[in-house]
């Protein structure tokens, strides 16, 4: 078999270059995507556990609860709790440092006292003793830098260092230096300690705490110590394993995690269809070959094996270019990736990139595996060719039997695919539900390309119709170019297959992003009236931005045309053991200026209902991640314990598909026992200079506060690029795609011209001239781009509609409007035509250009 | 060595139904040369086509070198043509990437025979058909006659004792197609194989011991040589 290989394969690939490096470079770029985006999952999820081990120490138990926090009074029940040996209490939170653009240090504010039992910080210099530590805290300024940090930024010991905190701009000292071990390697040394009442000063949290470490006593089991501790917090807060932590975090990641696995999914799907291509067209290019070699007693069997093997070898090559091409692109892929989760998720310590076995297998896997189902069909069509071919002269020309049998399974596939949605197993998670769902769309897509002989044959009778009514033009090439496509359905149909594959999958990934911006931002007009919006650390709320004490708020309330202010928190909690946000503003300050978009039930009775503390609004998402409605109770933890709420409504929330629920102000400040504010939302007076309140506010605060005032206008652009960052890498994808996509095209224009040389030389023979021959296979190429692309916008349209409305619905429970591309359409479709005459072009002019003599004779 | 008996061959085109072959019977010796005439749409070829194993017969029974050829599995007749029945057709039917040399072991190759052995006897092949010299070359660097001794010399590479020739000078000058038919006269008569050629050519049929004229799928006449 390798030499048959060595003598078939290798001189057939060799003798057509061009396509085997285009079919090359396509599976490279298939399975670079492939590995590129494993690579960023698993750094993702590595990252966040990483980072999670290093600051938990040797700590077996965690006690948190979100950014709901611990009171500190359960401090003393939890160390006292038979089977715990050490208990170590802390903050930590992020911190802008004033005077650094761009530069946020993790702090973490320890007992100094209690925390050497659960981790070792490394000093620099003389050890950290007791009497070093209590020197440190006794000075309510200290701050301990990690010596990278200290370098970087030029402050050494002793040097001054400005944070914006919740209480605005501090000063703090340096007072020690830590070695970049253990904790102090988080987030690529940007960390700084704290003794525990100044950073909860600085956090705002006083008398509250982030997490409490603990370590075990000897012989007794972890387990039972849990139940233990689970006991005496009374639903206050949840004790885990730092892994199960890490797991909780990760599970913010799932959404954003499928829809990165999707992205890959549709380059794999692409490139399936470019080697199916390429491994089709080999096939029908050689039929009159593998008839040759059927006479000289090749069996059938060894046909299968040696085109299936050509493809793997091939395959198997650009799997190991692609491996590497993956890993590159996955550096680049997680900057860009690493920048969105901080924005929408958390601060994120990106690990350093590697490419693991398991990635390797995942390549080779998806590399081959693909192959393999890409060639099988067409290895076994080889199988079919009887002997006879040998004695066929002209290029083959497939029957109208298989035009029917191509549009018989055409038929079944899209009957099949919204089958699919109803017969996939109940009980079914998001991902399973999903994963259905683009099963569906895939099924549909592979359907409607099936069609694509039989669209063909009456574009041609429509065309042809239509060419008639208009004698007075001369459409000769047009006729002719009409009778190639006609002739040979099957071929064509192949080369309008991979244009509506790939323009579909490409429409599909535009078409979400639209709907996704178009929806995002009718619900920020919706959801945020306000004319200025005040916030500290980032312009939107979230995990770079710095919570503020509500000391602004009589300040802010004085300014001259500010009419009402009201003041939004949004804070990560959990529900059942899975992350969720809680969202509060005053329902009452802002009851004549705000709108809440409503997914179920009457949005202003529920604003009043909320503001009358009677219940909370939950978001979409929420209520279909827990199944909650109207008229349900939550049991929400909150640092006063276990808190029952009447669900009033069901909210439109996009902040994060784990689901949110809304409080109101006054409630969740006595429940939560928290005064802190995410933003200041400001309604101005009619007629009030919006510009003045703005510099006012900057003038006053800006500095103190390190502050942003962003305008309506200024938030939806922010929103907007948050949301375009999270796109990088569908973009990036999307752009891989376009060029697997052209490669494919022009691969089959190219074998289907080849093809024709003989046919091309007897037009040429019987009298027509080299413009004519160019023009007509150039209007062919050109109506199979017209027909591509139109066939491609039509499974494009249905196909996203699909996954606007139905798959990220099953996902993330999120309604998006559905939003139409309309220009991307008429691009893709100038771009399918144009990309075709291009790819007719070359080869027309060689097959015009041929002497007619070897032409005709051509072998 | 060939035997056809009461032979149909009905092809389904459409609605259509096309007899090429009307019950016909035919014994071909061992060791002869046969000629095949006929206008076009007579049969020729497609009798060759089920001596050959290429395709079956609707009804009737060919026998092969005492064994039916009709009744194969396809793995039975591809074996059996592997190495009993060599192929020559008008258009040659080389492979344009291979070499001279590597167009002749290519059935050796098949068979799973080892390179250095398949080589050697490509190479005396080649020296029998006279194309010792253009081992190397691709077909397209032959010339029209070359192409086809290089042709009859893969279909020698099992000494087979059936050699089937399909319009083996059609695509030749009078000049080559002389040598092509004197070639194919010496293989039949120094290796007792047996040769079916069909052929238009009432010349190239002059080299054949009988000639068997095809009109309608089944035999018009004979003429022993």
């Not at chain 1, 312009?539 to 009201?566: F, H, S, W, Y």
Request: aromatic share 8%.
């Amino acid at each position: 078999m390798i030499r048959l290989l060595r003598f078939l394969s290798w001189r057939h690939l060799k003798r057509h270059c061009l396509r085997t490096s285009l079919t090359f470079l396509g599976i490279v770029l298939g399975v670079a995507v492939i590995v590129a985006i494993a690579i960023v999952n698993r750094t993702l999820v590595s990252s966040f556990q990483h980072t999670i081990e290093l600051i938990a120490g040797k700590a077996v138990l965690q006690v948190s609860n979100g950014e709901s926090g611990v009171r500190e009074e359960i401090y003393p029940v939890i160390r006292d709790t038979p089977g715990v040996k050490d208990a170590a209490p802390a903050v930590e939170g992020f911190l802008p440092v004033v005077g650094f653009k761009g530069e946020r240090l993790f702090v973490y504010g320890v007992d100094f006292l209690a925390d050497f039992s659960v981790r070792e910080h490394q000093f620099v210099g003389k050890p950290f003793d007791l009497d070093g530590a209590l020197d440190f805290i006794a000075r309510p300024d200290s701050i301990a830098l990690t010596e990278s940090l200290s370098r970087r930024l030029g402050l050494p010991m002793g040097a001054q260092i400005i944070l914006a905190t919740s209480r605005g701009a501090r000063s703090y000292t340096v007072r020690a230096l830590l070695k970049e071990q253990g904790t102090a390697k988080v987030f690529g040394g940007s960390f700084a300690l704290m003794d525990l009442p100044v950073a909860q000063i600085a956090f705002g949290k006083e008398g509250k705490l982030d997490i409490l470490d603990l370590t075990i006593e000897e012989g007794h089991n972890v387990e039972e110590v849990k139940s233990r501790i689970q006991q005496r917090l009374q639903g206050a807060a949840q004790v885990e394993r730092p892994r199960q932590r890490g797991e909780q975090v990760e599970s913010l990641l799932t959404s954003f995690r499928v829809g990165l696995f999707f992205v890959s999914l549709i380059a794999l799907f692409v490139g399936f269809f470019l080697i199916y291509n390429t491994v089709s067209v080999s096939v029908v290019q050689r039929r009159r070959e593998i008839g040759t070699l059927r006479c000289l007693g090749m069996m059938r069997r060894t046909i299968l094996q040696f085109v299936v093997l050509e493809a793997l070898i091939l395959s198997f090559l650009a799997s190991v270019a692609g491996v590497f091409c993956g890993a590159l692109l996955a550096e680049g892929a997680l900057l860009s990736v690493g920048q969105s989760v901080s924005n929408l998720f958390l601060q994120i310590d990106l690990a350093k990139s590697t490419l693991t076995l398991s990635e390797l297998l995942l390549a080779f896997a998806s590399g081959l595996g693909v192959s393999l189902l890409a060639a099988l069909y067409p290895a076994w069509e080889a199988t079919r060719v009887t002997p006879l071919e040998s004695y066929r002269q002209t290029a083959w020309s497939p029957r109208s039997q298989r035009v029917f049998r191509a549009t018989v399974l055409g038929v079944i596939l899209l009957l099949f695919s919204p089958l699919l949605l109803f017969i996939s197993p109940p009980g079914l998670g998001e991902v399973g539900k999903f994963t259905v769902g683009v099963a569906a769309m895939l099924v549909f897509l592979l359907g409607l390309s099936s069609l694509s002989p039989l669209f063909i044959l009456a574009w041609i009778k429509l065309l042809r119709q239509c060419l008639s009514r208009l004698p007075f033009l001369s459409w000769n090439e047009e006729r002719l170019a009409c009778d190639g496509l006609s002739r040979s359905p099957i071929r064509a149909g192949i080369t309008i297959a991979t244009l509506i594959i790939s323009l579909a999958a490409i429409f599909t990934i535009a078409a979400f992003v639209h709907s996704v911006r178009g929806s995002l931002l009718s619900w920020v007009d919706q959801m945020v009236t306000a004319d200025l919006i005040v916030s500290s650390g980032a312009r939107t709320a979230g995990p770079m931005n710095v919570p503020l004490r509500e000391d602004l708020v009589p300040g802010i309330k004085a300014l001259p045309g500010v009419q009402v202010l009201d003041l939004y928190r949004l804070i990560r909690s959990t529900y059942k053991g899975r992350p969720i946000l809680i969202e509060s503003f005053s329902a009452r300050a802002s009851a004549g200026v705000r709108t809440l978009p409503m997914a179920e039930g009457n949005g202003t009775e529920a604003l009043q209902q909320m503001a009358a503390g009677e219940g909370v609004i939950v978001s979409e998402s929420f209520r279909s991640k827990f199944g909650k409605r109207p008229g349900d109770t939550v049991e929400l933890p909150t640092p006063s314990g276990l808190a029952r709420f009447k669900v009033l409504g069901v909210y439109i929330d996009y902040s994060s598909d784990s689901g949110s629920v809304l409080i109101d102000r006054s409630l969740y400040k006595k429940i939560w026992h928290d005064e802190l504010v995410d933003a200041f939302d400001l309604w101005l007076a009619p007629g009030a200079d919006q510009e003045a309140v703005i510099r006012k506010i900057k003038q006053d605060y800006g500095d103190k506060y390190q502050l942003f005032v962003s305008t309506h206008r200024e938030l939806r652009d922010a929103v907007v690029n948050i949301m375009e960052q999270s796109f990088v890498v569908n973009y990036a994808v999307e752009i891989i795609a376009v060029i697997v996509a052209i490669f494919s095209v022009i691969n089959t224009l190219l074998a289907s011209v080849l093809d024709r040389t003989r046919e091309i030389g007897v037009l040429r023979a019987i009298g027509a001239t080299q413009g004519q021959v160019r023009r007509m296979v150039v209007v062919e190429a050109g109506w199979i781009g017209f027909l591509g692309g139109i066939l491609g916008l039509i499974a494009g349209t249905v196909m996203s509609y699909h996954h606007v409305v139905y798959n990220t619905k099953v996902l993330t429970g999120w309604t998006f409007q559905y939003y139409y591309p309309t220009g991307f359409a008429f691009l893709c479709l100038i771009l399918s035509v144009a990309l075709c005459l291009l790819a007719g072009y070359i080869p027309a002019r060689q097959a015009a250009s041929n002497p007619i003599v070897g032409a005709i004779g051509y072998e | 060595m060939i035997r056809l008996i009461n032979v149909h061959k009905i092809y389904q085109q459409g609605r259509n139904k096309i007899t090429a072959l009307a019950g016909l019977s035919l014994d071909i010796q061992k060791g002869e040369f046969a000629a095949v005439m006929g206008p076009s749409g007579s049969g020729k070829s497609t009798l060759l086509h089920l001596i050959g194993g290429l395709d079956r017969p609707t009804e009737g029974q060919v026998l092969v070198d005492g064994r039916i050829i009709s009744q194969m599995v396809d793995d039975e007749a591809t074996l059996f043509r592997r190495t009993r029945i060599g192929f020559v057709f008008q258009f040659f039917n080389l492979l344009p990437t291979l070499a001279a040399v590597e167009n002749v072991m290519l059935p050796l190759i098949l068979d799973g025979r080892s390179g250095s052995e398949s080589n050697l006897r490509a190479k005396t092949l080649l020296e029998r058909v006279g194309l010792e010299g253009r081992r190397d070359h691709l077909p397209e660097e032959l010339s029209g006659g070359e192409m086809q001794r290089l042709a009859i010399a893969r279909a020698l590479a099992f000494n087979p004792p059936i050699l089937l020739a399909d319009e083996p000078t059609g695509n030749l000058d009078s000049k080559n197609g002389a040598a092509v038919l004197e070639l194919l006269r010496q293989i039949n008569t120094e290796q007792r194989c047996t040769v079916v050629m069909v052929t238009h050519n009432q010349e190239a049929a002059g080299y054949g011991d009988r000639i068997v004229h095809l009109r309608d799928g089944m035999i018009e006449e004979e003429n022993p040589r």
